[in-house]
């Protein structure tokens, strides 16, 4: 699971911005906001692959997070309390996430984890595009499977607004090969 990134709509995107704080204490926030569920889910599902939980977290906020404008204290008024902005991002993320489940899509469409069997781009894209309608950009390391890229725009806000899937945009496009993709148990 990774987080929201605010593209410039040409599949790049701006990167550690000011529109909201910089925080180094994730986990303090998200419990101070009574956010436990919300914690033990992330502890579950959003970790990762070096380093803490926490730093990844303090990551994926800083460098992504402060570039969504709605995300700015300034957009809160006067209900602002430090660190909202903080609980509305990962709560979102989560709760996108819990929409997307890649994992459940490709296996009814018959692409599982094997150590022999490989698939072509265009049998993973039709399964994952049942999830939400549009394509996705899939990303592959020396040939296998590893991420799926789900692409929006969202009408309103991050808080409140409504995501609507859209086709990736200018390099968004991925790194998987046209066929003999590996999709690898995980171990």
């Not at 692959?49 to 204290?73: M, Y």
């Not at 309103?156 to 200018?170: D, K, L, Y």
Request: with cysteine; charged share 15%.
């Amino acid at each position: 699971m990774s987080g929201f990134r605010p593209d410039l709509c040409d599949g790049t995107y701006e990167q550690y911005c000011h529109a909201a704080p910089h925080y180094y204490n994730i986990t303090q926030i998200l419990k101070e906001a009574g956010q436990t569920e919300l914690l033990e889910y992330m502890n579950e599902y959003w970790l990762p692959n070096l380093g803490t939980a926490e730093h990844f977290w303090q990551h994926e906020w800083n460098k992504h997070g402060t570039c969504i404008n709605t995300l700015s204290p300034s957009c809160y008024g006067s209900s602002y309390s430090t660190g909202i902005e903080v609980v509305d991002f990962f709560t979102r993320t989560v709760q996108l996430f819990k929409s997307l489940d890649t994992f459940k899509a490709l296996a009814e469409a018959g692409i599982v984890p094997s150590t022999t069997r490989t698939y072509t781009n265009a049998e993973i894209q039709a399964a994952l595009s049942n999830v939400t309608g549009s394509s996705v950009a899939l990303g592959c390391q020396r040939g296998a499977l590893n991420q799926a890229w789900y692409t929006y725009n969202v009408k309103g806000s991050i808080q409140t607004g409504e995501f609507v899937a859209t086709a990736p945009s200018g390099s968004v496009k991925g790194s998987c090969p046209v066929r003999g993709i590996r999709y690898w148990p995980k171990k």
